[in-house]
């Protein structure tokens, strides 16, 4: 045994991989409908360094392995939650800014009692703040800016494991109120309506928030269905097809008409609809008014809706078009191939990793997290090429595209860069911290860092709890599905979907909150590490 672990310490790429292959298989084992996923890289590759280092035997991933692996996962994550993370501080500023006011509190706390009642290092505390919220980035973020990656790993591995079971326990209790919810669900969906009064297509939209479409009309006396346009003048007797969230159609049909039994959508002899897939990589960047101006002037057509991963939803004018999005396009049926053909409608290049973006982008996130920031009485502090990374990939997620340059990569090809940059970290970060969280358990620092673990988690937890359900008036089953985000944990996710049968609101309320958590996580975790 000892010499295997001797070979595999003389070849870190070959462990590099065989941690991340056999983790993984671990990590995909669901007890209860819980698995630890990617974490359990990182604690298999504490026991491997653990039974290395009992043997004598020094082995250890290359930290250069771990650091590019660190800021290809910032990147991606960046990249990928960049449009939605700017989208969450508009559309849910009540509970984001909540959210990110808890995690404030609880990092404070994390350090005022790690530091002054148990005796930890900075280090430990940042890394105990990142298990209590299982969120591995922040761990990376701990490691990087104490320059003690051992210690931090030593901390998230201990508070992780109550971290998930903690928000558990706690959205179960918030369940128990779910049967006195009165908010309803949102989904997108279609309505036809009989004018009663002359309105203008914008005074719809205007009722609906901007968040309802037009995509059809037939005026009163004509057989024909033709796509209106934003500034076309309705008149009584005109059938138009709405789309749009159940109480935006409801109030619009309150103030403007009523149901009407004719089905615009049977009828597509000369409109009809086609999913269609943005491949094209000059349009992405572009947003949906932009991209609609364009369908309008060449044939007269229009995107209605957006598709991007399993999220549907209205396609509002300033929402920005990623590669990968299926979009929803009316407009004549004789000018849907072309319209296909000038958008994409192919999948070949959508793992594109854009290596121009990556490149500039990542040296960029590099060049900014090693900038000196001044601080009063002399010192100074750099964010660290994580965070500067993270910061960069935002930037540039949410402007799209520079001039012919598209700076928003696709959101598969993210996906990919974010996880295996995830993995390569972990893996490093494992075998990094083997020898010393051994010390933890022999030297008593254990039950230190438990306990801390455990206050983070329940402050979170029964804080953000709290603040939804109280002052926010949030209903239980949407909460708990909030608090999943806020723990930016899937199985905690998965666990409340299985209490609720998969009840829309969960994947709402986490939707809502998961970005601008993971990104402020990341951010708070660093903020610890500039306490000591």
């Known amino acids: 045994m000892t010499s295997v672990l001797a070979f595999l310490a003389e ?7 065989l941690l991340i292959g056999i983790g993984m298989a671990l990590g995909g084992i669901k007890t209860r409908g819980i698995s630890l996923g990617a974490a359990a890289v990182l604690f298999l590759g504490i026991a491997f360094s653990a039974a290395a280092s009992a043997v004598g035997v020094e082995a250890s991933v290359p930290p250069i392995l771990g650091m590019l692996g660190l800021v290809l996962f910032a990147f991606g994550i960046g990249n990928n939650s960049g449009v939605s993370f700017f989208k969450s501080l508009k559309t849910a500023t009540g509970p984001v800014l909540s959210m990110i006011g808890v995690f404030i509190v609880a990092a404070l706390a ?4 790690g530091t002054y009642v148990f005796g930890l290092s900075n280090a430990t505390i940042a890394g105990t703040f990142a298990g209590a919220v299982t969120n591995t980035p922040a761990l990376a973020a701990a490691s990087e800016a104490t320059g003690d990656p051992g210690a931090a790993t030593v901390g998230y591995a201990v508070s992780y494991l109550f971290g998930v079971i903690g928000m558990l326990a706690a959205t179960v209790l918030v369940l128990r109120d779910a049967g006195n919810d009165d908010d309803t669900l949102s989904p997108v969906t279609r309505q036809h309506m009989q004018i009663l009064r002359e309105i203008a297509v914008a ?15 037939r005026r009163v006396g004509s057989n024909d269905i033709v796509l209106p346009k934003f500034f076309d003048v309705l008149h009584p007797g005109d059938v138009v097809t709405l789309v ?19 089905i615009l959508n049977d009828d597509r002899h000369e409109l009809d609809f086609r999913r269609i897939t943005i491949s094209e990589h000059s349009l992405a960047g572009l947003t949906i008014a932009e991209l609609n101006n364009q369908l309008s002037d060449r044939w007269g057509a229009r995107i209605s809706r957006v598709r991007r991963a399993d999220n549907d939803q209205v396609a509002i004018p300033e929402h920005i078009v990623e590669l990968g999005d299926r979009v929803r396009v009316v ?28 490149g500039l982008g990542l040296a960029l996130g590099i060049f900014v997290g090693h900038i000196d920031i001044p601080l009063p ?13 993270l910061i960069v990939a935002l930037v540039m997620a949410r402007i799209g595209r520079i001039g012919n340059t598209v700076t928003a990569l696709p959101h598969s090809a993210n996906t990919i860069l974010s996880e295996l940059g995830l993995l390569l970290f972990l893996a490093q970060a494992g075998t990094n911290a083997g020898g010393e969280i051994a010390g ?5 620092a254990w039950w230190k860092i438990l306990l801390l673990g455990i206050i983070i988690t329940t402050l979170v937890a029964f804080g953000f709890a709290f603040v939804m359900r109280r002052f926010l008036r949030v209903g239980a089953t949407k909460t708990a599905g909030a608090m999943a985000g806020a723990q930016t944990q899937p199985a905690v996710l998965a666990f409340v979907n299985n209490r609720t049968s998969t009840d829309q609101r969960v994947s709402l309320g986490y939707a809502m909150v998961y970005p601008a958590a993971m990104i402020a996580k990341i951010l708070i975790t660093h903020g610890i590490t500039l306490l000591g």
């Open 11 to 17: 070849q870190p790429v070959l462990l590099v991989f």
């Open 110 to 113: 994390a350090w005022g009692l």
């Open 203 to 217: 005074e719809i939209a205007d009722i609906g928030n901007g968040e309802v479409q037009v995509t059809r009309l």
């Open 244 to 262: 749009g969230a159940p109480e935006d159609l409801d109030n619009i049909i309150e103030r403007a008409g009523r149901e009407s039994p004719q």
């Open 331 to 358: 407009g004549s049926k004789k000018s849907l191939r072309e319209i296909s053909s000038f958008l994409g409608d192919s999948s070949q290049g959508l793992t594109d990793i854009n290596p121009v973006s990556l």
């Open 377 to 389: 009485g002399g010192s100074s502090f750099n964010l660290g090429a994580a965070a500067g990374v």
């Open 440 to 444: 933890a358990f022999t030297g008593g």
